[in-house]
């Protein structure tokens, strides 16, 4: 039960980091505790969705970061068994005063993310917010 523990904590540690790091505006910070096969899965509706790997993920993350305001993230939950952590996550919206909430799957596997799979509640605000960009 102990390796399990110890597995789920260690793993738990990498997914804050990253969160740590978006909220200090380090995003790409993480990169190094990424796999090399590591691949990501985004709803495809968003202008940063599909699936891309390891280099695919950091260069999108700026432009997340831009959108979604990181130094406004609370843990609704953040669970895990073993090097499978979930967070659902409550995230500031940049530009406004609301928030959306992420589901994030993310595998951890030998001190290293190997997947990260995102699901999206109501991102209607999200959307919007997009759209209202210049570039949007």
């Known amino acids: 039960m102990t390796n399990i523990t110890d597995e789920t904590e260690r793993a738990k540690a990498i997914v804050r980091s990253f969160y740590d790091g978006g909220a200090r505006g380090c995003i790409t910070d993480f990169a190094d505790q990424l796999d090399a096969a590591f691949e990501l899965f985004v709803p495809a509706y968003l202008p940063w969705g599909g699936q891309f790997d390891k280099a695919g993920y950091v260069t999108l ?3 997340v970061a831009k959108v979604l305001d990181f130094a406004r993230l609370d843990y609704l939950s953040f669970t895990g068994e073993g090097g499978h952590i979930v967070a659902l996550i409550e995230i500031g919206v940049q530009g406004t005063d609301q928030t959306i909430i992420i589901s994030e ?10 997947r990260l799979r995102v699901a ?10 997009i759209a209202s960009q210049p570039n949007g």
């Open 105 to 114: 799957h993310w595998d951890i596997a030998h001190g290293k993310a190997v």
């Open 61 to 63: 993350l700026p432009g």
């Open 120 to 129: 999206y509640f109501d991102p209607k605000i999200l959307l919007d917010q």
